[in-house]
């Protein structure tokens, strides 16, 4: 494990005992991150099953390469998004051969806490945000130095449910405009221009008129919700939760399961809303005597509310307080 990544695995217990590795069955782990998921499958899934992994960030992927030497031989590491998932999958003849999948959906500790990627508003880099800078090109800096004020509106308002949406992207464009990039100090990076997550922090502040002394009265940071929106915008990350859904039902065999931990309520809604249309209901007419649109339930649910993590994990691990686990099993 490189020495300093940083991540706790949320619900482990719960994700284990829904999963319920047994020996020689093989699991696909969406998000591999720090490895702490696929550590559990791995310890348990042995003397032959596999873990395919997918991980687009190469710190996450070198520090869970450590952390699982001892299971080399049954862990493939794909450094892909796991939107690759159906094709990786038939690629290494897994295909119908899955006991179970796994998404733990957003960003670990380490990327938010150590890589300066600009992920938060308090670290010191530059407003990057992409998961994997080799295969990415769209940055934040992009977004905040090229798009309009609907677009940048937008993208606060559905990514962030942000109230002062309009505001803030009206205020942005405006501070562009009186400041043409030279004078911004940005950074020249190959093609892309960058600017550093300090400098839009405190753009942010200007336009909502916060002081520094007036900020210590916030619960969280005025910052918080444009960050999100834009983590999620430059790594396309609602698009890809639903492109994965399906492809995650249709690569498990009969009784093979799915488990989803979101971290916000527009990736639970996406989840929760997609696991329901596979129960199938019947859409026939009521007025119709028999049932002729042949509706039959896929899946079975397997977690009704979401197991949300205890107040003990909470307490060990704050960052767990907002996850939310779902899980169905294909029927
Ligand atoms: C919450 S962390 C996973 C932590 C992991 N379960 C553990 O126990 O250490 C989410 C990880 O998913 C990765 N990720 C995000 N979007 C991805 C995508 N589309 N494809 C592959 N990996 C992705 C991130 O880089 C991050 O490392």
């Known amino acids: 494990m490189l020495s300093d990544y940083q991540h706790i695995s949320v619900l482990k217990d719960e994700v284990l005992e829904i999963l319920s590795p047994q020996p020689n069955q093989n699991f696909v782990d969406c998000t591999l991150g720090g490895g702490g998921h696929s550590e559990e499958l791995l310890k348990q899934n042995g003397p032959k099953g ?41 690629k290494h003849n897994l295909d119908k051969n899955i006991s179970g999948i796994l998404l733990d959906l957003g960003l670990s500790s380490d990327q938010l806490d150590k890589t300066n990627r ?15 800078p080799a295969g990415q090109t769209l940055t934040a800096s992009d977004i905040i130095l090229t798009y309009s004020v609907s677009a940048l ?52 502040l200007q336009i909502l008129k916060i002081s520094d002394s007036a900020l210590k009265k916030f619960r969280i940071h005025p910052a918080t919700k444009v960050f999100q929106a834009l983590r999620i915008a430059v790594n396309a990350e609602l698009y890809n939760i639903q492109a994965v859904l399906p492809q995650a039902i249709e690569v498990l065999p009969k009784g093979g399961r799915l488990a989803v931990i979101s971290f916000h309520s527009l990736e639970d809604r996406i989840v929760k809303h997609y696991f329901r249309s596979l129960l199938g209901s019947c859409v026939c007419p009521p007025s119709a005597p028999i049932c002729r649109c042949g509706q039959k339930p896929q899946v079975k649910i397997l977690t009704k509310k979401g197991i949300r993590p205890s107040s003990q994990e909470v307490k060990q691990n704050p960052r767990s307080r907002s996850a939310i686990l779902r899980a169905i099993e294909k029927i």
């Open 50 to 90: 596999k873990v395919l992994a997918f991980e687009l960030d190469q710190r996450a992927i070198a520090a869970s390469k450590t952390r699982l030497k001892d299971y080399q031989d049954r862990l493939i590491i794909v450094h892909k998004s796991y939107v690759h998932l159906k094709s990786e999958v038939k």
């Open 118 to 132: 600009g992920f938060s508003f308090k670290d010191h880099g530059l407003l990057d945000m992409r998961f994997d």
């Open 153 to 204: 509106s937008k993208i606060f308002q559905e990514y962030g449910g942000e109230k002062m949406a309009k505001r803030l992207a009206r205020g942005i464009v405006s501070w562009r405009e009186k400041h043409p990039p030279t004078t911004l100090g940005v950074v020249k990076q190959k093609q892309n221009q960058a600017i550093k997550t300090s400098m839009l922090v405190s753009v942010i």
